[in-house]
């Protein structure tokens, strides 16, 4: 398969600060891309992209920095097929405790029509373009860029091309979100299978979500033999985002009956650097979004309050606590029932028998069908009201 030592690990490569930053608008920073740095070293994340350093003086300055202050995560550059791209990365990364140049170029017909190049021409540049990065570093990725698009015997032969000229890691792109789960496990496998050396690289997956599917494509690449996924805080990215990082790690944790995979990422840290990835980059998180949303972890409806009062289990299959947050939510809203607003009211101090909760509860539904969400002062109004008439 590959030569990951520990078969059920999968490595987790995060590029925020490069893909991500690519969305449109979502610039951030030098200072706020050292501060994601951190918090995604801090996290377990093993491979950070941290830019492309020919794209900018900027870009070449963090990335720089993001290496030299790295801790336990390897610093990824990104790089065109070419030896000047490949060089200011190599001058960017190579002060990281772990370096390593990402190098690539798109494959498919279309985008290998874009420089106008045949299928052998393609090949030789490849062939130069990977030897030069792996004699300046011992660790190098290539990726095929639409390689989902690209011919498979072409594919097959230029993935054998990288390999022979010293790349480790072999990722393969669907760039334009274009596979569907079933393919993205197959075309891994295939790969693997078929490759001469296949078996001596580590095979990435790096999926965006154009049609919905970055996550279900990254876990089923997995599945077929896969042992790098590639995201992104919150699925930041050009266009729909790439695959989300909180939700490969989470679905392989909640999952690991069917997923025996496992990551090296502290999952208490995701709320927070969800949080301030949303922040610097301008991005608000959707609020059903999976994992981080808002949502995530809310309960509005009086049959979900109830169930989650008596057992989490009933609606939660994941605690909060495991991202990081402080727990369950249980808004009140006009779908809220009874026991939900005596828990509520109990928590605020107060003890009410059956025949006040009937009355505070009619009062309550009034408000509500007024109101998007009833907080706790309006809670506490309605007590003191209440009172006052006793
Ligand atoms: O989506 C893509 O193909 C990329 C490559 C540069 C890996 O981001
Ligand atoms: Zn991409």
Redesign the pocket.
């Known amino acids: 398969m590959t030569n990951v030592t520990d078969q059920d690990r999968v490595l987790i490569f995060d590029t925020t600060l490069r ?1 991500g930053e690519q969305s449109p608008g979502a610039t951030m920073t030098h200072d706020e891309k050292l501060e994601i740095a951190e918090l995604l070293d801090e996290m377990g994340v093993d491979i950070i992209e941290a830019g492309f350093p020919i794209a900018s003086e900027g870009d070449f300055k963090a990335v720089s920095e993001i290496a030299q202050r790295s801790k336990n995560s390897r610093i990824c550059g ?1 790089a065109r097929a070419n030896f000047a791209d490949i060089d200011r990365c190599w001058e960017a990364v190579k002060h990281a405790g772990k370096s390593r140049i990402h190098t ?1 170029i798109g494959t498919s017909p279309l985008h290998r029509a874009i420089p106008n190049l045949t299928q052998d021409e393609m090949a030789d540049k490849i062939h130069e373009t990977v030897s030069h990065a792996r004699n300046l570093c011992e660790n190098v990725q290539w ?1 095929p ?2 390689a989902t698009r690209t011919e498979w015997d072409y594919l097959c032969r230029v993935i054998e091309i990288a390999i022979k000229a010293g790349a480790t890691t072999i ?1 393969i ?1 669907d ?1 334009v979100g274009y596979t569907a789960p079933v393919e993205s496990a197959d075309l891994i496998k295939r790969l693997i299978e078929t490759v001469p050396g296949a078996d001596e690289v580590i095979f990435a997956t ?1 999926c ?1 979500n154009d049609l919905g599917m970055a996550t279900a494509n990254s876990l089923a690449a997995v599945a077929g033999g896969a042992r790098q996924i590639e995201c992104t805080i919150n699925g930041l990215g050009e266009r729909a985002g790439n695959t989300a990082l909180e939700e490969v790690v989470m679905a392989l944790r909640t999952r690991n009956d069917i997923m025996p995979w496992k990551t090296g990422i502290d999952t208490t840290k995701i709320m927070h650097i969800s949080r301030r990835v949303a922040t610097v980059s301008g991005f608000n998180v959707q609020f059903n979004k999976a994992i981080v949303g808002k949502n995530a972890f809310a309960h509005e409806s009086g049959i979900h309050q109830d169930g989650m009062l008596k057992n989490r289990e009933n609606f939660e299959i994941m605690r909060p606590e495991d991202i990081g947050l402080s727990g369950t939510s249980l808004p009140l809203g006009k779908h809220s029932g009874r026991a939900a607003l005596r828990d509520k009211l109990e928590t605020l101090g107060y003890e009410i028998g059956d025949n006040q909760l009937k009355d505070i509860f009619v009062r309550f539904k009034d408000l509500a069908d007024r109101k998007k969400e009833v907080f706790d002062d309006d809670l506490i109004a309605l007590m003191t009201l209440d009172d006052d008439e006793a």
């Open positions: 893909d990104l690539f990726s860029m639409d990722n792109p760039t790096h965006h």
